[in-house]
């Protein structure tokens, strides 16, 4: 059995007693039941993937994939593809959105080369895990192999174990990689039934000929490849990219590991709807961080089943969203554990 049949046969559903038992506890806190409304959600959520009360602090770590599309020669961004290259090692050297943002979190950032063009030269912050020199074009044939997609997936599955048995109770998903969105949006049309015209949006910013013409690659990439849907790994071979199988590996990975898993924009969703295609009990391990801008993102969310927790008009990437709710997901542990109750506060309980 391999690794990916074997993490997929191991998840298993969050853990609904421990789900009512946090409730239970927080229903005695000095405040109305229910009052915090989401947080409360989140707290219990939490507890029901980790299979227990005994909620310390948060260690987060958002994992950083990143790796070259075919389908850049397109002409489907605003952006070179030198610039996937160019980012990695930004991220490296702690300058990018996602380090900064990291940093007030307090999540360390683990940056992963799926598969750049151009490969990079040594450096102690780049994880290398390349699977090849960027995938082929999605427009003309399959973006990578099956074998492929399964050694993607598989990356990310063996980078989820290891965070975890390092002690990281919260995995983050972020990406990099131009001409992404459209990898995305041809994935999100193939797993959805949507016209690609609902889930393709402006990405890095292209005007609306570029937008036209990014729509028109997927619909010839959705005819000659013609994915079956309910063939989801073959949909990942057909469609997607090096960093989203691997970040769907990662997704598998953290709720066999029974961490809970932030999803990010709209490419780390398209990730987490193949890995919830692939596993559907994957999905009680997954949090919505945010509601891209991306046109497409809602209906990603709305497939996998989860609800954002922020709305900020973000459209970035990198785990940006993930690591800005870090902190609220910490607060809500926090309440959970350290919270007086009516009895300990000497308040007087409503009762109801």
Same mark, same amino acid.
């Given at each position: 059995m391999s690794l990916l049949d074997e993490t997929i046969a191991s998840v298993a559903p969050a853990d609904a007693s421990?789900?009512?038992?946090?409730?239970?506890?927080?229903?005695?806190?000095?405040?109305?039941?229910?009052?915090?409304?989401?947080?409360?959600?989140?707290?219990?959520? =939490?507890?029901?993937?980790?299979?227990?009360?005994?909620?310390?602090?948060?260690?987060?770590?958002?994992?950083?994939?990143?790796?070259?599309?075919?389908?850049?020669?397109?002409?489907?961004?605003?952006? &070179?593809?030198?610039?996937?290259?160019?980012?990695?090692?930004?991220?490296?050297?702690?300058?990018?959105? =996602?380090?900064?943002?990291?940093?007030?979190?307090?999540?360390?950032?683990?940056?992963?080369?799926?598969?750049?063009?151009? &490969?990079?030269?040594?450096?102690?912050?780049?994880?290398?895990?390349? =699977?090849g020199l960027g995938t082929r074009s999605l427009a003309h044939g399959p973006a990578m192999s099956r074998d492929q997609a399964v050694a993607a997936l598989e990356v990310g599955i063996r980078i989820a174990h290891e965070l975890a048995a390092d002690g990281t109770t919260l995995l983050g998903l972020g990406e990099m990689g131009i001409g992404n969105t459209t990898s995305a949006s041809a994935l999100a049309a193939a797993l959805t039934g949507c016209d690609p015209a609902q889930v393709t949006g402006r990405g890095t910013g292209v005007d609306d000929a570029g937008l036209a013409r990014k729509a028109e690659v997927i619909r010839r990439a959705l005819a000659v490849n013609h994915p079956d849907p309910d063939d989801p790994l073959g949909v990942l071979a057909a469609l997607g990219g090096f960093e989203i199988a691997g970040l769907a590996g990662v997704a598998l990975g953290g709720a066999a590991s029974r961490v809970p898993v932030v999803v990010d924009g709209f490419i780390a969703a398209a990730a987490a709807l193949v890995a919830v295609r692939l596993c559907p009990a994957a999905r009680d391990a997954l949090v919505a961080a945010h509601r891209s801008v991306e046109i497409g993102h809602a209906r990603v969310l709305a497939a996998i089943g989860i609800e954002p927790l922020l709305d900020l008009r973000l459209r970035l990437g990198e785990g940006t969203g993930a690591a800005l709710v870090v902190p609220i997901i910490d607060a809500a542990l926090d309440v959970l554990r350290d919270m007086a109750t009516f009895e300990s506060a000497g308040v007087s309980d409503s009762g109801s």
């Open positions: 421990l789900a009512a038992a946090a409730q239970r506890r927080l229903d005695v806190k000095t405040k109305p039941r229910g009052s915090l409304g989401r947080l409360e959600e989140l707290a219990c959520r =939490i507890a029901a993937v980790r299979g227990t009360l005994d909620l310390p602090p948060l260690r987060a770590a958002i994992v950083v994939m990143a790796a070259d599309h075919g389908v850049a020669r397109e002409g489907v961004s605003a952006y &070179p593809q030198e610039v996937t290259r160019q980012m990695l090692l930004n991220f490296a050297a702690g300058g990018a959105a =996602i380090n900064v943002l990291a940093r007030r979190a307090g999540a360390r950032v683990v940056v992963v080369d799926m598969g750049v063009a151009e &490969p990079l030269p040594e450096h102690p912050a780049i994880r290398v895990a390349r =699977i």
